[in-house]
């Protein structure tokens, strides 16, 4: 059984990206977590292409794509259908035109290298399921 297999399965993964709103893009998180701050220091600046893995509901996806602009583009990742699915709504309703929205696994992407500024990895770091072993060769 491969990684996407196994998240795909998950009764648990499934139940969380489900209500994946009421979790990740609940308004008393952002008093914790405030992700603005975190993308501002990250070094996000407008013109960017920026890779996002691990996407979710977008908690950290529409901040990256106000600040990268429309002179850049957000590639935003997500392993899980559901994530894909009702992100994917948001993106639309938004009417967001420089995000790009893909599910994909974080460790085999497929993606040319050196092919973005930076990769946001935010709130997937430390997952079981992703060996930073290989995660971070990947990324890099």
Do not use: Q
Not at 14 to 22: A, D, E, P, Q
């Amino acid at each position: 059984m491969n990684l996407v297999t196994e998240f795909e399965d998950s009764p648990l993964l499934k139940f969380i990206y489900k209500n994946m709103g009421c979790f990740l893009d609940n308004p008393i998180r952002r008093w914790f977590n405030d992700p603005v701050k975190k993308i501002k220091a990250a070094g996000i600046r407008s013109g960017m292409d920026v890779l996002e893995v691990g996407c979710g509901s977008g908690y950290f996806t529409f901040p990256a794509a106000k600040l990268v602009g429309d002179e850049g583009c957000l590639h935003a990742i997500d392993i899980h259908p559901i994530a894909i699915e009702t992100f994917s709504k948001r993106i639309k309703e938004s009417n967001l035109k420089n995000v790009i929205l893909s599910k994909t696994d974080a460790l085999e992407t497929g993606l040319p290298s050196e092919s973005y500024d930076l990769i946001l990895l935010f709130g997937v770091i430390p997952a079981p399921v992703l060996p930073l072993e290989r995660l971070l060769p990947e990324m890099h």
